[in-house]
């Protein structure tokens, strides 16, 4: 019996208008009164989940959130940090030198704010979706004491096609690289995913594996969909995700989620 379900939010909770859905929040309080638990596991930071938690009544004691891709476990009410694993100002340093190699913008998230050193649209959409500011400061002007959770490629989707395929082998062995949207090549820290976060819930909550569902569309969710007992790719869900997946549900647009938490929580 699957007793907890993670949810990603763009592209799998959220509608393509970045709301819940009517069918998706009936699901859910459905699902907590029985007992079960409701998880958020999101690339976004903490800013940016806030007010979702909030309109889904997923802050108490007993309530848990895996922001930056699972780089931040927290309780959602009192802000103990069950695991953080952040990046270090090096890094971001290193990957701007390749950005300008691969002539790619970048931005990196800090816990508060997203710092870039040009701004552009794409970190625009990042700190219009997450509420945070944007700071367009020099790479080499940021503090030591700047706490770098993670690292983005951001720009069309037609050139981060490109780029993948240009990341040198020693990038690839020093990070976790996912992809969340056409737009966002993420960097983190490479004992850092959505599996690792849901997991360090899980076992706060003293579940099993087996007793978890993990829900999403981009390849920043296959390590969670991989991890759980039940794997879900949404609809809309990137070919290789639904290829990882033990179950496709219906598109973010057609309540996916909600009809995975009627067949496999509610029956």
Known sequence: MYKL?????????????????KANYEAIQKAKKIGKKVVLATGRPLLGVKKFLEELNLISD???????????V????SGRVVSKTTLHLNDYKLLYDLSKKLNVNIHALTESSVITPKNNKYTEVEASLNSIPIEEIPVESVSEDETIVKVMFIDEPELIDKVIKKIPKEIKEKYT???????FLEFLDKSVNKGVGVNAIAKELGLDPKEVICVG????????????????AMGNAFDEVKEV???????????????????FMLK
Not at 62 to 72: H, K, P
Not at 177 to 183: G, L, N, Q, T
Not at 253 to 261: K, P
């Open 5 to 21: 379900i993670a949810i990603d939010m763009d592209g799998t909770l959220l509608n393509e208008n970045k709301e819940i859905s």
């Open 217 to 232: 569309d981009a390849g920043n969710d296959i390590d969670m969909i991989k991890y759980a007992g039940l794997g879900v």
């Open 62 to 72: 007993e309530d848990y959130v895996a922001a930056f891709n699972g780089a931040l």
């Open 74 to 77: 927290q309780n959602t009410k």
């Open 177 to 183: 690289i996912v992809r969340s949207a056409p737009f």
């Open 245 to 263: 997946a033990n179950y496709v549900t219906l598109s973010n647009e057609d309540d996916g989620v909600a009809y995975v938490i009627h067949k």
